[in-house]
Every structure is written in C-alpha cells, then in structure tokens.
C-alpha cells in the first residue's frame, strides 16, 4: 500500500496523518508494537515539520507499507536545518528540544536526513515486521 499526503503545515495534519497509518497498518495485521513505534516516529518527524519548517505552507507524507515492512518520509520545502547538528546522541535532560529526531532514530530503522538551506528536508526512515 503506498499513499502520498500534501498536508497544510499545522497542527491539526499530525493526528490526522498518524490515524492514516495506524489504519494501513491495521488492515495489514502488522505487530501492535512495530505499529506504536512507527505512529510516534511519524507523529514526532511531523511535528517537527509543524514546529520548524519556517516559510513551508504544506508538507508531504509518502507512506510505503506492506507485510513486512513500512517505509516513510515526510518533506517539506522550508528553512531547512543543519544536519551536523543532529548526530543521534541523546538530548540534553534539561532541554526541550532534540527528542523528536532522538525518538525517531531508536524506534525505527535506516533513518536519513537531508536538508538544504531554503530548499526544505527529507527525513526518511524504516522499520520491518517480524
């Protein structure tokens, strides 16, 4: 099943994208845990969208589920961001940022960002079934 969503950058596209997943999921019987792992990691890589896509209107969600494996990438056209910046180690405690791409990172697999200074970021990620 693959499904491509323009979404308008606001809060409101977060839930919605995320009930889309959990539907494809469910009608494809995949693992309630796998399932929870990818609907935060979405959730989390669409809410940075929303927070930090500064000069993006709408996003894009490609979702590529199948029975053993699901595949998703949100892209926007914003700011970008600075990638070296985001090198996987833990957020600091006392901080209120950082956690989304730390999530994103241990709950799903083969996760890549690209960003461009006023072009936008992709940020993919993976995650197999048993």
Not at 29 to 57: P, R, S
Not at 60 to 67: A, F, K, P, Q, S
């Amino acid at each position: 099943m693959t499904v491509r969503l323009n979404l308008p950058r606001e809060v409101d596209s977060v839930p919605a994208v995320r009930k889309l997943l959990r539907c494809a999921l469910g009608l494809l019987h995949v693992d309630h845990a796998a399932g929870d792992d990818l609907e935060i990691a979405l959730t989390e890589a669409c809410a940075n969208v929303v927070k930090h896509a500064d000069g993006a209107d709408k996003f894009e969600v490609r979702l590529d589920v199948g029975d053993r494996h699901c595949s998703i990438d949100v892209l926007d056209d914003g700011a970008g961001f600075d990638t070296d910046e985001m090198d996987g180690t833990s957020p600091v405690a006392a901080s209120e940022r950082g956690r989304g791409l730390f999530l994103i990172r241990a709950l799903s697999e083969n996760v890549r960002m690209h960003s461009s200074p006023r072009s936008g970021s992709l940020i993919h990620f993976e995650k197999s079934f048993a």
